[in-house]
Nanobody, 127 residues
Framework: QVQLVESGGGLVQPGGSLRLSCATS????????IGWFRQAPGKEREGVSC????????YYADSVKGRFTVSRDSAKNTVYLQMNNLQPDDTAVYYC????????????????????WGQGTQVTVSS
């Protein structure tokens, strides 16, 4: 059974940092990609980062480049999103997803490319 569970969200002041975790089970990370997405109220879900273990590449949206870093703990089957210098515009529910099970590729930042999703974790940036 494929599962993705996000954690690590919370309330942080502008300029602060958070590290989100995406614990995975039921499949082997080595052959797939993990995407990080976020969705703010009234807005569409947008991709912020992707790590593709199959080809060894990482990707970042322009809005987070230089501030967010995606990484992996192989022993724990967990992917992390380190978020630094957070700003109010980063406030959203953050989701991780995998393309395992997907037969569609619409781009690394397209939700349509991903099949299994976590439940999301809230990140609020406010003073």
């Amino acid at each position: 059974q494929v599962q993705l569970v996000e954690s690590g969200g919370g309330l942080v002041q502008p300029g602060g940092s958070l590290r989100l975790s995406c614990a995975t089970s039921g499949f082997t990370l080595d052959y797939y990609a993990i995407g990080w997405f976020r969705q703010a109220p009234g807005k569409e879900r947008e991709g912020v980062s992707c790590i593709n273990f199959n080809v060894g590449d990482t990707y970042y949206a322009d809005s987070v480049k230089g501030r967010f870093t995606v990484s992996r703990d192989s022993a724990k089957n967990t992917v992390y999103l380190q978020m630094n210098n957070l700003q109010p515009d980063d406030t959203a529910v953050y989701y991780c997803a995998t393309d395992h099970g997907s037969s569609t590729f619409a781009g690394v930042f397209s939700p349509a490319s991903y099949y299994y999703w976590g439940q999301g974790t809230q990140v609020t940036v406010s003073s």
